[in-house]
């Protein structure tokens, strides 16, 4: 009996987990430490794929409300289907930008409903900023401007080209073009008043004056004309218009060559006979200086303004007749 039970306390103490070795403990551990890794990784896990796939007010409700979201979907046959909307909202694969908005080109310049005429341009590719343009209100009488100038209407003069201007009014601009020969010989005349004429001249015709050959001013003794009225009347007038009184002057090209400025009755008709000037004479020289360009003759103008004699050459019936006037002595300035 004593023996038996020494075999038993012998056996009990194989047996007992105190008598395990370390390196079976350490075994033992690590086996339920990944165990309780790996369980809780899937919780993590299940919980993300849930979040995502039915928002995160799926777990809110806890394990209560997944079983009965679960039973009520296997009762009803109902399928919850992801949120889309808020997962695109999250722009995983980056923002769909929206393209730059082209700008329009720009509108092309309208023709001026503007109630302006346009007779004439005095026109220089080097000195363009000095160019002047005869522009008239209607079937008005024309007048003078240069660039930067106000229009009637309420526009300004911003561009002087050969054969148009530009005009702005308002933050629009518009254009007027010089009317073609044609159209000028079939547009109506203001009582009074001569038809407007182009720029360029057609080809000498019969009635057509011939090009003069330039001639020594002295083979003839110029006419002496007393203008000292006229001239006391201009030099108290007040703008760059005030020849205008006077007589309306164009460019005159025959045959492609520059002649002269033709003259026609300006506002008040009789001061042009007074100085013994007809409508239609040319005036291709002053005081000695041939006039070979438009900008030449607006240089002999300005001048002239102080001058108390002009000697000019005109060209009528093509023929050139020398003229003289006598302006009288111009008031000193003070």
């Known amino acids: 009996m004593e023996n038996f ?4 306390k012998l056996a009990s103490e194989k047996h007992t987990w105190t008598a395990l070795p370390l390196d079976a403990w350490l075994r033992g551990v690590a086996v339920l430490v990944n165990a ?15 979040t995502i796939l039915w928002g995160p007010s799926f777990l809110s409700g806890g394990a209560t409300g997944i079983m009965t979201q679960g039973v009520a979907a296997r009762d009803t046959g109902v399928v919850q289907r992801a949120d889309v909307a808020s997962i695109g909202a999250w722009h995983l694969f980056g923002r769909n930008e929206a393209p730059a908005p082209v700008a329009a080109p720009p509108m092309p310049v309208a023709v001026a409903p503007l109630n302006l005429r346009l007779v004439g341009v005095f026109f220089a590719e080097r000195r363009a900023d000095k160019a002047l343009a005869l522009i008239a209100e209607g079937t008005g009488v024309e007048r003078g401007y240069r660039i930067g100038e106000a229009l009637p209407g309420g526009a300004r003069l911003e561009q002087v080209q050969r054969d148009r201007v530009i005009v702005s009014r308002g933050n629009q601009q518009e254009v007027l073009n010089l009317p073609r020969l044609e159209e000028t010989q079939r547009a109506p005349t203001v009582e009074g ?19 003069p050959q330039e001639q020594p001013s002295s083979s003839r003794e110029p006419q002496l004309i007393d203008a000292t009225a006229v001239a006391a009347r201009l030099r108290g007038a007040a703008g760059p218009q005030a020849l205008e009184d006077i007589a309306f002057a164009s460019p005159y090209v025959q045959e492609g060559r520059f002649l002269g400025f033709r003259l026609r009755p300006g506002r008040d008709r009789q001061l042009l006979q007074q100085i013994g000037l007809t409508s239609g004479d040319v005036i291709t020289e002053v005081n000695g200086h041939r006039l070979d360009g438009p900008m030449r003759g ?19 019936n093509g023929a050139e007749i020398p003229l003289a006037f006598s302006l009288g002595r111009p ?4």
């Open 5 to 8: 039970l020494k075999n038993i």
């Open 298 to 316: 607006l240089a002999s103008l300005r001048e002239l303004q102080h001058a108390d004699q002009i000697k000019v050459r005109v060209l009528r």
């Open 331 to 334: 008031a000193a300035v003070r």
């Open 36 to 50: 309780l890794l790996v369980v809780g990784l899937a919780r993590v896990l299940a919980g993300l794929t849930a």
């Open 193 to 211: 008043l001569p038809p407007a004429e182009p720029i360029i001249e057609p080809p000498a015709e019969p009635a057509q004056p011939e090009i």
